[in-house]
């Protein structure tokens, strides 16, 4: 049973989400904010989040953000904010979908079902292999010298994009538009960082193969 977790300060508000989505056979699971979702999160994961964005304390858009940095875990946003900068927000920081109060029922299952079928036929089923490196796509996992290593979920995007085609050279220009979207503002240091981060959690000997090409960015490359 897919189990969807209801994210909203308003408790008539989550009870009724709740009763729409338990009628149409969801399990949910109901919290008001951040510290509650990170409870359900680590107890039991969802398949979707419905998150509101006008929350006490960390708001919706920096739950998203929290979220999108360890899973891809499939975010709709429900707001009575109905502004387009809002959605444009919402979906640039890793949301599938944007839903604005008041809506139907019958919509709500309806962009349910769409976002869920749509993470259904994306989901990455190759197992890639370079030398000492595994990386299983489907569970996200990524082994090293046949010892798993825990990733990030930007960690994971990062070493990704350069296993695909090892030897190429990705500016950091690059590589901060394929992973953190071309409209990030974190700046080029963020994947400097990720990298040092990434060749630590490797090991020394592994850490060889994320190479740095002076003057242009960085490559995965088995060693000769």
């Known amino acids: 049973m897919v189990h969807v977790l209801v994210v909203d300060d308003e408790e008539e508000m989550r009870d009724l989400i709740s009763m729409y989505l338990q009628n149409s056979g969801y399990r949910t699971t ?43 875990v499939p975010i709709i946003f429900l707001s009575a904010k109905g502004e387009e900068w809002d959605k444009v927000k919402g979906l640039r920081l890793g949301a599938d979908d944007y839903i604005v109060k008041p809506f139907s029922p019958g919509e709500l299952v309806a962009r349910i079902d769409a976002v869920l079928r749509r993470s259904a036929s994306n989901k990455p089923q190759a197992v890639t292999e370079h030398g000492c490196f595994l990386m299983d796509e489907e569970q996200r996992k990524l082994f090293v010298m046949g010892d798993e290593v825990q990733l990030t979920f930007k960690e994971f995007e990062l070493l990704k994009v350069m296993m695909e085609y090892p030897g190429k050279v990705y500016s950091r220009e690059e590589l901060l538009e394929k992973v953190w979207d071309i409209a990030y503002q974190g700046g080029l240091r963020t994947v400097d960082t990720h990298i040092k981060t990434l060749r630590m959690k490797v090991g020394e000997e592994a850490g060889r193969y994320i190479q740095t090409v002076w003057g242009c960015g960085y490559k995965f490359e088995v060693p000769q």
């Open 30 to 72: 109901e919290v008001d904010g951040f510290e509650q979702l990170q409870h359900a999160f680590s107890k039991e994961g969802p398949d979707l989040i419905l998150l509101d964005i006008m929350l006490p304390g960390t708001d919706g858009f920096e739950i998203c953000e929290k979220v999108r940095e360890e899973s891809n």
